[in-house]
């Protein structure tokens, strides 16, 4: 009799050990619903992304003659992820490009400005780090001209049809350095075919390194 109550005895707390175990242990995806936590966070990612930055240009004009100027510039960027490692960009930017020559008896500065059209592809191989390339189509909006002669100067603006709109690409690589902070590094360029007559050149090339940050996410998917 004594073996058989201590029999009931061990299968009532085995009973009790497991029924309490089953009302507390909680799985991966409870604890993703509740707590934000577990395995199969690895697996997470934004589909759409939207982020805003700025940058600094050296971007020079193909003449063998002129020189490069540093000027700022801005993205504002649209990504769309097709998986947690590729995606699709594309958005609006903003640049400057400026670059100096030398001309008769005195100096001249060329002033342009573009709104630039990317469309391109990114690869995500890590989290912290991501590269991209695509196109560009470059819309000029406005171009000076400035002369430096001793203590003379004179600006005037471009006529139109001097410079024009062109296509081009660009090779980036990106890095996260903050939660949505990120810094990257550009090489682009642009073609157009030019006017024999005019010595003023649409093909240029140059680096661009800047920052951006993330404003706005979709929902995290799995």
Request: proline fraction near 3%.
């Amino acid at each position: 009799m004594s073996r058989i109550y201590r029999l009931l005895i061990v299968i009532i707390l085995f009973k009790i050990y497991f029924s309490t175990f089953l009302n507390y242990a909680q799985n991966s995806d409870i604890l993703i619903q509740q707590y934000n936590i577990g395995p199969a966070l690895d697996d997470v990612y934004s589909k759409w992304t939207i982020s805003l930055g700025a940058h600094l240009n050296r971007i020079d004009s193909d003449k063998e003659i002129s020189n490069p100027l540093i000027n700022f510039g801005a993205i504002n960027q649209l990504e769309f992820r097709m998986t947690k490692s590729f995606g699709v960009i594309t958005g609006v930017n903003y640049n400057r490009i400026s670059y100096n020559y030398p001309l008769i008896n005195s100096v001249g500065k060329d002033e342009l400005v573009y709104y630039s059209l990317p469309l391109g592809i990114r690869l995500h191989p890590t989290n912290k780090v991501s590269f991209a390339i695509g196109g560009l189509y470059n819309n000029f909006n406005r171009g000076q001209l400035t002369i430096k002669y001793e203590n003379f100067e004179r600006s005037e603006l471009y006529a139109i049809g001097i410079f024009e709109n062109s296509v081009g690409g660009f090779t980036q690589v990106e890095y996260n350095f903050l939660k949505n902070f990120h810094t990257y590094f550009n090489f682009r360029w642009a073609t157009k075919n030019n006017s024999p007559t005019m010595p003023q050149s649409n093909n240029t090339s140059g680096f661009q390194i800047g920052i951006s940050y993330q404003i706005w996410n979709s929902r995290i998917r799995r």
